[in-house]
C-alpha cells in the first residue's frame, strides 16, 4: 500500500520517513517539502541515505497520507486529499478539537470545516481505537496530551479524581520543531531549564476535551505548565490530584494496569520512569502513585515526543485504520543509554 | 579573618573555596578532605591553581568554618568546633531541623545534641536575617528548600494559601554530589529526566517546618517531587497553590515584591525565569503568576543549586554573622550562555 | 539458532540483547552477569521489558555466544567455550592482537593461549569477510580501531600513505563504560572536552596492525589521541597524513567508493559526517577530502560507539559466521534528531 | 574611565558586559546594539539586571570602545572612532591580518583601511604585549587562533617544529554567535561531533601569521581542522608536529614554563587539560607532551572561547592599553563543575 508524508522536513516528518522505512506492510511512494522541494530526501537528511525519494512539492497518489504541517496550513492540505478519498492522519493540531469556537479561541482563526472537527476521530489509540479503525480523518495527539492523558485516564474513569488536577510537563527541546528560534539556539537552551507558556498553551483544551470524555460529570480544574529541558527527545509528564476516595497504592496499580491490558504501548511501570526508557520507541511508561503523607495522587508518565508523542502514534493509527496488527513496523526496543 | 572548610572535596566544598577565594574580607586559611588530606587542592581541583593551600586531615585555627560534610559525620565535626568557640555555617542536613523526633523520623538516628536543633539558625536570609547575625550556629538550608521557600514565603505570609500545595522541582546533576552513582553516571543521566524520591524526600521537612513558621494558622498539605534534568548547575522550583483569595496577578507581584525589597538576592522576575540566569550567581529569580482558568497561584523560582542552594547561601550567611554587607563577594553576575 | 550473551550488564552487553531481539533469524537464549545474576533482565533494564529473560551465573547450552566482559576475564570465559564447540565473537580485546608480546606489553600480562591470538579473526567484516565467515573465534575490534581503520584502510592500501598518520578521535562517553569513574561522572564530563591516555591507548596497537597488513611495505609512524566529549554515543575521527602522491580529491573519492562498493556499512559521504547520522545505527560514514594548502589528505569517519563500534559489528559478524546476510537484524535507519 | 561597547547583544558583546560590570577601573558607560536598540540591557538579558543601561543606536562618548560587530561592518565602525581619538578593541576579523591581499582572499573584499592593518596590533599580550600597551587599534584574535598559537607559540619561537603541524581544534557551540543557523539549533547540535570547514577556515591565516612571526625562517605547513561539540563553551585544541630535535618531555615543559613564566593567564598544566578548568574565566591551560613512540610533539590546550578567547582578553588588552594590571577584573576563578 502506498503511503505518503506531506512536509517531511520537519521532525514529525523525518521521523515519519524512518519509521515507515521499516514498516513491512507499507510503502513510502511519496514525500513534500516545500523549502527542500527538487532534493533527495538524503541530500537534506544523510541519515535516511537507505531511502531513494525526491522531496516534491506536491504529493503524489497515495492510499494514505500523514500531514506534518503546521496548524492552518495542514487543514487547507487535508481537506482536498479526503474529498478525494486519500484517508489521513493529520499530526498537526487542526483536528484534534471537538468543538470549533474553542478551536477558534486557541487558534485565532475560524475553522475552515467544523464538520470534519466532529467526524475526525482523536488518535489515541489507548482510548479511541475502534474509532479509529474506520476513521478517514484521524488527529494525532499532541505530544504533552499524549503524556498527560494516558498518565490521567485511568483514574479520571474510576473517578478517583474529580476536581483540582496539576500537569507538570519537561520536554525535551525537540518539540519545538524544526524552525529556528532563540529558546531552540543551542547555547540557549543547553544547561537551562524553563517553564514557557503560563498564559495557556493549546494543548491543555486537548486534555481538558479528553478527560471529560472520561468522566463527563467530574468538573475538572486543569492547571497544565509545560518545562523545557536539556534534552533533544523526551516528555516527562508529572500529573498531581487529590485522590477521591482511600484508594492504596497496591489497588490504584492494579487499576491502572487493568485499564492498559490490552494497549501494547503502554507499560505500567514498577519505578519511576525515566524518559530516557523509551528513546526511539513507541512505549509510554506509567507511573501511578500516592503520597503517603498528603493522600494526593502523583502519575508519572514517560515518552518519547517524536514517536509515541507524535510520528509513532500516527503509525500506531495507520496501523488500526489498515486492519494491522497496532505494532506492526513499531516493535524497535528503545535505545539505551 | 582566618575561615575554614571541612570536606572541602565535594561540590558545596570546592564552590566555597572559588567564592571565599574572590571575597575581599575573609582569608581562606584552612581546608581539609579525608581522601584528599596531604594533597595540594589545585593538584585535587586545577581550576584552583590559584589558591595555594594543602588539605590537611584537621581543620587548623580559624574563627568561622563552614561543615561541608554529609549529615551525620557533620554534626561529629561541628559540636567540638562550636565548644572551642569557633561559629559555624553548618552546609549539611544536620541543625535544619527544629524538631529532633523529625530529625530522628527523616535521618534514621537520634540526634546527639537536640538542644543545638533549637539554638541554630535556619540560614535563609531573607527569613531570618537578624537571628542569622548573632548565631553562632547557622545551618545552612537544602537546596530545594531555598528554591520552595522563596517562591512561596511572600503568599503562605500574606495567608493566600491555605491549603494544598504542591511543589515539583527540576534540579541539575550536581546536585547528587561528587559521590559516584548510577543515577548520576553521564551515559544515564545525559539525555534523561525523571522523578525520583517519590516516597518523601528528606528537604520536605525543611520547606513545611518554614512555611508553617510564616503562617502558623495554615494547615498546608504539601506535596513535593523532585526531578533530575540534564543540566550540571540549576534548580528550577514550579509550585501550584489555591489561591485564597481573588488577588490579581498585579497585586500578586506587589506583594511579592514588597516582601524583598530588602533582599539583594531574591529578584521578581518580570518573565518567567531560567535557571540559566543564575549560572554561577547567588541570585534567586522569582515569578508569581496567576493561572487565569483555574484561579490556581503558580510560582516559579531559579536559582543555581550550589551557589544559593549551597555555597554562596553559606557566605551571605557568613556575611550576615560578621557584620559585613550581605552581598560581599557575591556579586558576580551570572555565566551566560 | 540460540545464542547467548556473556556479561549483558555493561553497555555493550544490553546494546547486543537489544538488536538480538530484532533479529529475525537468531533467539537470545541465555545471558549472564554475575552482579546482577537471578535478577530478571527488565528488572536491571526495564527498557526491555520486552524480553523475558532471566539473569544467570553460567551460560546455557547456546551455539554461539557473545563475550562482553572486561579483558583478561574474558579469555577465561571463552576458552572453555571453543573446547566446547560453541563459536564465540568476543568483544573484549582479548583476541584482537596477533602477537602475543604485543599482547603481553600492552595488556600487563602473559595471554593464557597465544595459539588463538594466530586463529582468532579479527572482526573487522570489511576487511576480513571470508576469515570471520568461517571462524570459530573472532575478535570484535574495538570502537577507537573500527571508525580508524575504516578511515584509513584505502588510502593504505593504495599506497597513498606511506609515513606519518596523525588520529584524532573524539568520543562519546559511553564508550568508557557502565562502571563508575570520576571522568564519567556527569557533572565532570559534561560541558567539558578534553584528552586522554597520551601516554599511549590500547587501541593504538590494534591501528597499527591492522595498517600494516594493508600495506607491509610502509613504515607508518601513528599518533594517536582520544578525546572525551559531552554526548553519549558516537565517535568522529579525524585522520591526517601526508598524501604520498599528487591524487586530486576526486579521484580519491572513487578510490574509497570502489574500495568500500560491497560494504553495506561503510558509505562514503558527501559531506563532512556528523556522529548523529549514525545513532543507534551500525553506519559508518567516511568523508576523504585533501587539504589543498598542505596537499595532506583528511579522512573523517563517524561511527555508533556502542553499534558499529561494539555490539552491531558483533552481531554483523555472527551474520557471516551463520552465513546470512550481513545486514540481517541491522538495517534499523539512525535515529536523528 | 568611560568604556563602550558596539553591539553588545552578540555573545562576545554580552560577555564584555559581564566582565565590565565586575572590573573596578572602568566605566561601562554606553552600549548599542541595532536590533535591541531602545531596550533596556537587562529586558534582553535578564542575567545582566544588575547593570542599568539602555542599548543605544549610536556610541555615545566613551574614551576607549569595543567592537563586537561581524566583520567587514566592523571596520566601518571603528574607522571613526579611531578618527575621533577614542581607541579601539576591536573584537571582529577585520584588522587581525597584516596582509591586505590575504584579508581579501579570505574575506572576499577589499579592505577598507589597508594603513589599519599595519598599524592595528594583534592582541595576544602573551606576544605583543608592549606594542599593545601603546597601540590606538588592537585586535583581539580569533577563538581558535588563541587556542592553537598559545600551544604552539614556545615550540615554533625555539625551532622545535619546523614544517607539518596538525592543529585539530574541537569548540563548544557559543563560539558560533548567537545569531540563529541550523547547525546550532539544540536538536541538531546536542550529541553531535563534526568537523567543519575543511575547505579552510579564516582563523587559519591568522595562525600562520603568527607563528612565521616567531620562526620567519621555517617553512610550516599547517593543516588546522575546527570541530563543533555538543557544550556550550570552551576549545580544546590539539597540536601535532614532527619534534626537530630530540627534545624529552622534562625539558620541553621547562621551555614552556619559561616562555609563560611572565603570562599570568597561561599556566603549564600537569595533566592533560579539561576546557571545564577554564569555563568562564581568561585562563588558557597548555599541555607539552612527546609521543614517545614517534617522537612526535603534541601540546594541548583549553579555554573558555568567549573569555580567553573573545571578552576576556579584549579586557586583558584594555588593561594593558589602560596602563593597568594585566589582571585587573579578570581574577575570577572558573566555575566548575
Redesign the interface.
Known amino acids: 500500500m502506498k503511503i505518503g508524508i506531506i512536509n517531511v522536513t520537519g521532525?514529525a516528518g523525518?521521523e515519519l520517513a524512518?519509521l515507515l522505512?521499516?514498516h513491512p506492510q507499507v510503502e513510502l511512494a511519496s514525500i513534500t517539502g516545500r523549502s527542500a522541494a527538487g532534493q533527495s530526501l538524503s541530500?537534506v537528511?544523510?541519515?535516511?541515505?537507505?531511502?531513494d525519494l525526491t522531496i516534491k512539492a506536491e504529493l503524489g497518489d497515495v492510499e494514505l497520507a500523514f500531514s506534518a504541517m503546521p496548524h492552518k496550513e495542514s487543514a487547507k492540505e487535508v481537506i482536498p486529499l479526503l474529498e478525494k478519498g486519500v484517508r489521513v492522519v493529520d499530526i498537526s493540531a487542526d483536528f484534534r478539537l471537538k468543538d470549533a469556537p474553542e478551536y477558534q479561541s486557541w487558534y485565532g482563526f475560524s475553522h475552515p470545516t467544523p464538520q470534519l472537527l466532529k467526524e475526525a476521530a482523536y488518535g489515541l489509540p489507548e482510548l479511541h481505537r475502534a474509532q479509529i479503525a474506520s476513521a478517514r480523518l484521524v488527529a494525532n495527539p499532541g505530544c504533552y496530551p499524549t503524556g498527560a492523558i494516558l498518565a490521567l485516564a485511568p483514574a479520571v474513569k474510576a473517578k478517583l479524581i474529580k476536581a483540582?488536577v496539576?500537569i507538570?510537563s519537561?520536554s525535551?527541546?525537540?518539540g519545538a520543531g524544526?524552525t529556528?528560534?532563540?529558546p531552540?539556539?543551542?547555547?540557549?537552551?543547553?544547561?537551562?531549564?524553563?517553564?514557557?507558556a503560563?498564559?495557556?498553551h493549546r494543548h491543555?483544551p486537548e486534555i481538558t476535551q479528553e478527560l471529560k470524555l472520561l468522566n463527563p460529570q467530574a468538573s475538572l480544574?486543569?492547571?497544565f505548565?509545560p518545562?523545557l529541558?536539556?534534552?533533544?527527545?523526551?516528555i516527562?509528564t508529572?500529573c498531581?490530584a487529590?485522590l477521591a476516595s482511600g484508594k492504596k497504592e497496591k489497588e490504584l496499580k492494579e487499576l491502572y494496569r487493568d485499564f492498559y491490558k490490552d494497549a501494547p504501548f503502554v507499560?505500567v511501570?514498577?519505578?519511576?520512569?525515566?524518559?530516557?526508557?523509551?528513546?526511539?520507541?513507541n512505549m509510554c511508561?506509567v507511573y501511578p502513585?500516592v503520597?503517603?503523607?498528603?493522600g494526593?495522587l502523583?502519575v508519572?508518565s514517560?515518552i518519547d515526543n517524536l514517536v509515541k508523542g507524535a510520528a509513532g502514534q500516527a503509525i500506531q493509527n495507520m496501523n488500526l485504520m489498515l486492519g494491522l496488527p497496532e505494532t506492526t513496523g513499531l516493535?524497535?526496543?528503545?535505545?539505551?543509554?
Open positions: 521532525y523525518v524512518r522505512y521499516q541530500e537528511f544523510p541519515h535516511l541515505a537507505g531511502i483540582d496539576v507538570d519537561k525535551g527541546v525537540s524544526r529556528l528560534s532563540l531552540t539556539h543551542y547555547s540557549e537552551a543547553n544547561e537551562d531549564t524553563a517553564a514557557y503560563l498564559e495557556g491543555l480544574s486543569v492547571t505548565v518545562h529541558v536539556p534534552m533533544t527527545r523526551g516527562l508529572t498531581y487529590p507499560r511501570a514498577d519505578a519511576p520512569p525515566h524518559t530516557k526508557q523509551t528513546w526511539g520507541s511508561l502513585t503520597d503517603q503523607r498528603t494526593r502523583v508519572i514517560a516493535e524497535a526496543l528503545p535505545v539505551y543509554p
